[in-house]
């Protein structure tokens, strides 16, 4: 297995998932991508950072709102559910069945993004910071 993913972040054979850093419910989902990336293929910065405003910048998305999930894999970006249901799928395995959801058109899965986007604080609770990762996963995360 591979420690650490390969390429720079958003290069070909590289995944990158940008995420709300005071974001419960974010911050929540990226831990739940960790533990389940057993090939330690993704990697991780919050969308306020300088590594991921310079990835977002890179990829035509400098601006884009703070609530907003982007997702950045073989030199393509993607965001809400695309993003979501990407992310999720790059797990491999059974996970790649996610990739189903691709099905239902995109102008439906946002809508139901936004609107949850637009209550996370609310239902989940927000981080006065970013949260520090873990010990053994900090190599995986940008800047």
């Not at 609310?122 to 190599?139: I, Q, T």
Request: hydrophobic fraction near 45%; glycine fraction near 10%.
């Amino acid at each position: 297995m591979n420690a650490t993913p390969t390429g720079p972040p958003g290069a070909p054979g590289s995944a990158v998932v940008l995420f709300d850093g005071t974001c419960n419910f974010c911050n929540d989902s990226v831990n739940f991508l960790l533990r389940r990336d057993a090939r330690a293929h993704l990697r991780f910065a919050a969308l306020g950072s300088e590594a991921g405003q310079a990835l977002l910048r890179r990829h035509g998305l400098a601006g884009i709102a703070p609530d907003t999930m982007a997702f950045i894999a073989d030199g393509r970006a993607y965001t809400k559910s695309s993003a979501a249901i990407r992310a999720v799928s790059a797990l491999g395995g059974v996970w790649r069945c996610f990739a189903a959801a691709l099905i239902v058109p995109r102008a439906l899965r946002d809508l139901a993004y936004d609107v949850f986007a637009a209550n996370r604080y609310r239902l989940f609770g927000r981080a006065s910071a970013c949260a520090v990762p873990k010990p053994e996963y900090r190599e995986r995360f940008l800047g």
